[in-house]
């Protein structure tokens, strides 16, 4: 089995909610940021949300602010990206990513570009109709 896992992707129509999982089969899963990219069909991969792992700080894609949610349960070591109001552009595969064991950041600052994260999941298609 692949290191981090993702579900819930599904076809939805534009409006509705969507949660997305990601297990992480790792051992050190409470002591990483989490993420979650997407990429959309000829469009590169992009950042949408994190969350770090000694706190509960998260930023978040301009364009998602308000609609998605990123959370954690580490007792459950998987992260949780929470879409509301979905709109034809969120259509995408989305992809769930490790940051890098122990690393903090500066006030401010946060993992947004993919070679700030150590490994990534295969990711699962949302399709959102109109």
């Known amino acids: 089995q692949a290191r981090l896992v993702e579900s819930g992707g599904v076809l939805v129509q534009a409006g509705g909610s969507l949660r997305l999982s990601c297990a992480d089969s790792g051992g050190t899963f409470s002591r990483r940021a989490m993420g979650w990219f997407r990429r959309a069909p000829g469009k590169e991969r992009e950042f949408v949300a994190t969350?770090?792992?000694?706190?509960?700080?998260?930023y978040y894609l301009d364009s998602v602010k308000g609609r998605f949610a990123i959370s954690r349960d580490n007792g459950k070591n998987t992260v949780y990206l929470q879409m509301d109001s979905l709109k034809p552009d969120d259509a995408a595969v989305y992809y769930c990513?490790?940051?890098?064991?122990?690393?903090?950041?500066?006030?401010?600052?946060?993992?947004?570009?993919?070679?700030?994260?150590?490994?990534w999941g295969q990711g699962t298609q949302v399709t959102v109709s109109s």
């Open positions: 990513a490790a940051g890098f064991r122990d690393v903090r950041y500066r006030f401010g600052e946060f993992p947004h570009r993919e070679d700030e994260y150590d490994y």
């Open positions: 969350i770090a792992w000694n706190d509960d700080t998260t």
